[in-house]
């Protein structure tokens, strides 16, 4: 069957999430390079919080989402890696994933493989090769080495305490709950802290015996970035990848010598997957590590397409933990 309209969810405005509305939008045939995706589940992601408020400024009216998963219904030409029927499932730059189906480039659309079910699919492209990217592409991070991972039982964050314990990699998180810390322990974080109520640059020199820690992965931004600074070595590497409590003010340079010769860096997954073959090989490793039990996709909400607003007062009021599949 071919769809030729999808329910798709899309702004008129920046703002609340108020804003989000779902519409009716055509759906048509794919041309050069593109695929015709049906989607099954639809992942939600802070990213999208963002391009609602506008943090992340795009041109109006847009369609939201970066992540889904779903099956493929057609394919244009030079489409070598995906056949009409096949299960598959993306992160992609170009926002509009909150839909039932589209139309869309193929080149970061990864086959999925039949141990990963369509929520896990939807659940893991974004976040898990984040991660991936985190890990192995971002710093050297060898096996012994220490990081404090800023949010770790969010969506990105338990994915990234079950992919440190398997790499050997000693991880400190920080959440802002009792509850969310013993949840990112069970998921292979090395030591929690409680962020709203310890001093995390104090508690980190503690649990590393005064040196500190080798990296920092903090998506928190403006509410601790000074403080993450605080908790490297010298020559460590800060990485800021996010601004959940908002965008990190203009840094002074001079601060990164003063605290030691600290290396800063602020990536992006796009810049990651922007080629198709790295792509596909990155998804490749991520599926292995879930196919071979090392990291578990755990889904902890699920909103129907329609109610997204409700997805989004629930991610920005920090109540989720894990990932938030939005069904289809
Ligand atoms: P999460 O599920 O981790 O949700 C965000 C978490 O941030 C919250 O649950 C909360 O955890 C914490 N937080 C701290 N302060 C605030 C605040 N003021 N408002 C809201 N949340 C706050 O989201 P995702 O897994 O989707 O993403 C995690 C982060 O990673 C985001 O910042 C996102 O932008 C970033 N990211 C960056 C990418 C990149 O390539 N640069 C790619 C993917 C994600 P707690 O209550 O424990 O503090």
């Known amino acids: 069957m071919h769809t030729t309209t999808a329910p798709t969810v899309v702004i008129d405005a920046f703002g609340g999430p108020e804003v989000l509305r779902l519409e009716d939008r055509p759906v048509g045939e794919p041309g050069p390079g593109e695929i015709r995706i049906r989607h099954e589940a639809c992942g939600l992601n802070f990213i999208d919080v963002y391009q609602r408020t506008g943090?992340?400024?795009?041109?109006?009216?847009?369609?939201l989402g970066r992540e889904a998963a779903g099956v493929v219904e057609a394919v244009g030409e030079g489409v070598t890696h995906l056949r009409a029927g096949d299960r598959a499932a993306y992160a992609s730059g170009q926002s509009g994933a909150y839909c039932a189906a589209r139309v869309m480039d193929a080149a970061q659309v990864c086959p999925l493989p039949e141990g990963v079910s369509f929520d896990e699919g939807a659940a893991m492209m974004l976040k898990g090769l984040t991660v991936h990217y985190l890990f192995r592409r971002t710093v050297p991070i060898t096996r012994g080495d220490t990081v404090l991972f800023h949010a770790a039982a969010g969506g990105v964050g338990l994915i990234a305490c079950q992919w440190a314990r398997d790499e050997g990699i000693t991880l400190i998180g920080t959440a802002g709950s009792d509850e969310k810390c013993a949840l990112a322990l069970e998921h292979g974080a090395?030591?929690?802290?409680?962020?709203?109520?310890?001093?995390f640059p104090v508690r980190v020199k503690e649990l590393t015996g005064g040196k500190g820690v080798d990296v920092v992965m903090d998506s928190v931004g403006a509410d601790t970035f000074d403080g993450s600074l605080d908790c490297l070595k010298p020559l460590g590497m800060m990485i800021s990848f996010g601004n959940a409590s908002g965008k990190v003010p203009p840094v002074d340079l001079g601060t990164l010598a003063a605290k030691?010769?600290?290396?800063?860096?602020?990536?992006?997954?796009?810049t990651h997957i922007a080629e198709h073959q790295t792509c596909q090989t990155m998804a490749q490793e991520l599926f292995a590590k879930v196919l071979s039990g090392a990291v578990r996709i755990r889904i902890d909400?699920?909103?129907?397409?329609?109610?997204?607003?409700?997805?989004?007062r629930a991610l920005e009021a920090r109540k989720t933990t894990g990932a938030t599949v939005l069904t289809v």
């Open 190 to 199: 090395s030591h929690m802290i409680n962020y709203r109520t310890e001093d």
């Open 260 to 270: 030691g010769s600290l290396k800063l860096t602020r990536p992006t997954l796009f």
């Open 301 to 312: 909400q699920r909103f129907a397409l329609a109610d997204v607003a409700e997805a989004h």
């Open 55 to 63: 943090l992340y400024p795009m041109q109006l009216p847009a369609a």
